[in-house]
């Protein structure tokens, strides 16, 4: 009977030792993310002419594919620092342009290189299911191009960079003890923005929250350590 005893005390603590395997102190986490993300809306817009201001609005539609691969290490238990690079490609296209000025864009390319760093903070529920959130920091790089319509033979190019600066929440799931996924629910972010564009040079600051309802980005990973 005390046999017994022993090995199911035993087995308990080993099953708990194993659960917490994912997100304790010392282990680490890699991995990539895919995302696919779809957008349209509408832009007000100003030009400003010899004579006069001309008001128009675009309605554009935009679809982003973005890949790259992620690693973080568990400075505590449920806590990790980690950091990703990534690719991305950007496709936007307006239609219904209000105003029918020669210069206004029909479709914009952009490619576009980021890089992280982020604090993850996990809830789990039986070490199987659970959320992750914390503080993050990304800066993006990105050159594109205008197309225009027939009446002009040009292209216009333009480089982006911005920095976002905020708090992510995802949504983590191991289906096994060593490999997991994770998907991207939303963030309240601040973003800065610095543009370039021939002789223009534009600068934009915004802060919002950003919900993950036009898009999928998932991430899946590998668990190794302790």
Avoid: W
């Avoid at 201001?53 to 990790?80: E, V």
């Amino acid at each position: 009977m005390i046999n017994k005893k022993l090995v199911a005390v035993t087995c308990a603590l080993l099953g708990t030792l194993a659960t917490k395997a994912q997100t304790q102190k010392g282990n680490q986490l890699l991995g990539g993310f895919l995302g696919l993300t779809t957008s349209k809306g509408t832009n007000s817009n100003s030009m400003i002419g010899p004579n006069s201001i001309y008001d128009y609005t675009t309605d554009y539609r935009s679809n982003q594919f973005s890949i790259g691969p992620n690693y973080s290490y568990f400075i505590a238990d449920n806590l990790d620092l980690g950091a990703s690079v990534g690719y991305n490609h950007v496709k936007t296209k307006y239609t219904n342009t209000g105003y029918n000025f020669v210069n206004t864009p029909i479709e914009n390319t952009a490619h576009a290189i980021s890089g992280s760093i982020y604090l993850r903070k996990y809830l789990m529920f039986e070490q199987k299911i659970g959320f992750r959130a914390g503080p993050f920091v990304q800066y993006q790089y990105s050159k594109s191009s205008d197309s225009y319509n027939n009446q002009v033979n040009d292209t216009g190019a333009q480089t982006n960079k911005s920095v976002d600066a905020g708090i992510g929440l995802d949504f983590v799931y191991f289906p096994t003890k060593r490999f997991g996924l994770a998907t991207t629910l939303g963030s309240l972010a601040y973003s800065h923005t610095d543009q370039k564009q021939s002789l223009q040079h534009q600068k934009s600051d915004s802060f919002g929250l950003n919900l993950a309802t036009s898009g999928l980005t998932v991430s899946l990973f590998y668990s190794f350590g302790k």
